[in-house]
T-cell receptor, first 112, second 111 residues
Framework: QQQVKQSPQSLIVQKGGISIINCAYENTAFDYFPWYQQFPGKGPALLIAIRPDVSEKKEGRFTISFNKSAKQFSLHIMDSQPGDSATYFCAASRGSNYQLIWGAGTKLIIKP | DVKVTQSSRYLVKRTGEKVFLECVQDMDHENMFWYRQDPGLGLRLIYFSYDVKMKEKGDIPEGYSVSREKKERFSLILESASTNQTSMYLC??????????FGQGTRLTVV
């Protein structure tokens, strides 16, 4: 019940396209769903996060879509750029500062 | 600027050695975490601490121990390093009001 399943494992998108990464969770007690971005040689950094009281959150080109009934959430990157090439992790927790349960990560490559 | 600093970027150790990985945060965060990151497995929690001298096991604590004598410092100890502990190790800290901030990672190779 603690798992967070992330897909795809890797993704190649043309510059200017839309990148979509999906996550599914099981524990209905989770109430905080962040996405982290990690560049090679760096630690992950928070990109955007959502709580289940809203179905969508947008920050610039990055949008989280949240489907509470399906227990799924996804990251959409609009107008994808080569600088977005990174590994993306979804996560979930009860509360924003408690133990995060992590997805396995998606390596995103944006082709110029 | 928020900072989590890990003492080494790269380490090479021999099998059976005792290994210390140090992490320091300058944000006065209560919570500190040690993860290991392996391809296809994401981040797996080794240990975490919610307060000084307090520690709790994560998902994969076997072969590791931790120490938190001061609020800003959280150490990960490999009592007797083995080759299956070759990995990227990430330290993070957070508080009641903030998300987790990560260090740059330590790539440990055990030979």
């Amino acid at each position: 019940q603690q798992q967070v399943k992330q897909s795809p494992q890797s993704l190649i998108v043309q510059k200017g396209g839309i990148s979509i990464i999906n996550c599914a969770y099981e524990n209905t007690a989770f109430d905080y769903f962040p996405w982290y971005q990690q560049f090679p040689g760096k630690g992950p950094a928070l990109l955007i996060a959502i709580r289940p009281d809203v179905s969508e959150k947008k920050e610039g080109r990055f949008t989280i879509s949240f489907n509470k009934s399906a227990k799924q959430f996804s990251l959409h990157i609009m107008d994808s750029q080569p600088g977005d090439s990174a590994t993306y992790f979804c996560a979930a927790s009860r509360g924003s500062n408690y133990q995060l349960i992590w997805g396995a990560g998606t390596k995103l490559i944006i082709k110029p | 600027d928020v900072k989590v600093t890990q003492s080494s970027r790269y380490l090479v150790k021999r099998t059976g050695e005792k290994v210390f990985l140090e992490c320091v945060q300058d944000m006065d965060h209560e919570n500190m975490f040690w993860y290991r990151q392996d391809p296809g497995l994401g981040l797996r929690l080794i240990y975490f601490s919610y307060d000084v001298k307090m520690k709790e096991k994560g998902d994969i604590p076997e072969g590791y121990s931790v120490s938190r004598e001061k609020k800003e410092r959280f150490s990960l100890i490999l009592e007797s390093a083995s080759t299956n502990q070759t990995s990227m190790y990430l330290c993070a800290s957070s508080s009641v009001y903030t998300e987790a901030f990560f260090g740059q990672g330590t790539r440990l190779t055990v030979v």
